[in-house]
């Protein structure tokens, strides 16, 4: 399975997915740029993360740089929601 997800994600992303569950590819032809962000911290049944005001696994600053980014080059932005398979925090 992950040498699958591995052909999507791009190399230079393997470790923010690995670490966090996020990464980005542009597709430079359409202009766009995918942020696939890790949803609700692995676990949509995961009410201690509606508890807390934060900003776990800095997921809201990663989809605030991409979309600054994407904005900069002038991109359009696609945000995909997923839970990974291997979360780890």
């Not at 009410?47 to 776990?56: K, N």
């Not at 696994?57 to 839970?83: K, T």
Request: charge should be negative.
């Amino acid at each position: 399975m992950r040498e699958l997800l591995y052909t999507w994600v791009p190399e230079s992303q393997w470790s923010s997915y690995d670490r966090h569950g996020y990464y980005y590819k542009d597709i430079h032809e359409l202009k766009a740029r995918v942020i696939s962000i890790n949803s609700e911290s692995c676990d949509f049944h995961n009410t201690y993360l509606w508890a807390e005001l934060s900003d776990p696994n800095d997921l809201v600053a990663f989809i605030q740089s991409n979309l600054e980014e994407a904005e900069r080059m002038d991109y359009r932005a696609i945000l995909l929601g997923h839970i990974p398979d291997e979360c780890t925090h």
